[in-house]
């Protein structure tokens, strides 16, 4: 049995919301999108989504028990709800699940029905999406979406009525917002808490299905850097000023793998009931309690996370294939497990995006030998990792234990 609300799999242990539903190929059609240039015929599945929530009092799916337990749902990753193509769909849906008591987050750019919402939404966060500083540039690139400046009305709309509002310098292009200071200083003065900033990228496969306009607009100077594993020396000095200059205003900040502490998630946990945890909250954790070299072994990682995760054994398997499907020709990992089984796995694979292995305060502790790093495992061949507040030297899986 399908279910359109899913687990988050793609951000399990980054993002404290552990639900998404998607909708509608998303009408603000920004050219840069992920979300539409992977899948650009999706459709939603309302029958779906209503049957699946007329379940949750009962169901025993994890999806129903986490609604039931007061877990978030986010809307959307990968679709605007308040875009053209969604709003008559996600208006109804969002008062249905305000009705039942299952709590949501908000991801937009603004549009249309947000009044409505705002009617009966209880206090809810939202992710609002500004990459642009220019309004003809912004037009260009994401020509559904609405003005800049309603957005930053909608910032102080969402405060007013006692929402929690982090922004989205998302993706941050040096072309778009040449000077960062301008959109964080005024998404902070609105009421924004805090920002996640974020570098663009783009496959080779979402370059070819951008299309002639789609690529004037972003231009292939921006594209080429796009596609580049490691950002030029100046996009890399722009993304560091950008996230410096906002801990220098007071906003918590959020990228994917970064290493420093961060209080970007706390509005979240003080809104909903149940959350999931994150890798964040351990990395804080780390800085709170650990010196320099520090070992940690997995037990210590599992009973961090064990205690705020559903019990029993689930079909989560998905959660690694969201980010590294080749691991399963590595790994015998069960269509069924616990969520500690599934730890252990992201604890010992670098290969996976959120493994603590590939952010820079961690690294595996190993022994460095003529033939390369051989990784000290325990008794059932887990890993230990090792707390450094030093970025890690050239090989940055690996590091000696003093």
Known sequence: MSNPIDLYCGEF?????????????????????????????????????MRQLARVPDGASLQTILMRAGCP?????????????NYQQAVPMLETMTEMGIPFAIQTRGGRGIDDVLKFAPPSVWYVSIAHTDDADRKRVEPGAPPLGERYELIQKLKAHGHRVVLGLNPLVREWVPDPDVVLARAKECGAEGVWVEALHFSHRQTTRMGDKG????????????M??????????????????????GLEVMSIGQSCRSDFWRPFQETYETTFPVMQDFVNACWDTLGEGDVIDFDTFAEFFVPSLPEGEWPIDCYIGAKARDLFRDHKIPTKMTYEQLLAVIWSEPRLGFSPSRLRCFAYAGEKTPEGWLKIVDDRGLPFLVFTREECGTDEYYTEVN
């Open 215 to 226: 690529q004037a607009a972003i231009t292939l100077p921006v594209i080429g850097r796009a």
């Open 228 to 249: 580049k594993k490691i950002p030029t020396p100046d996009d890399l000095a722009h993304y560091t000023n950008a996230r410096r200059s906002a801990v220098d205003m």
């Open 13 to 49: 242990t980054t993002s404290p919301v552990p639900l998404e539903v998607s909708l509608n190929y998303c009408s603000h059609s920004c050219h840069y999108c992920f979300a539409n240039l992977n899948n650009p015929t999706r459709t939603s599945d309302m029958p779906g989504i």
């Open 73 to 85: 749902v986010l809307v959307s990753n990968r679709v605007d709800p308040f875009a053209l193509s």
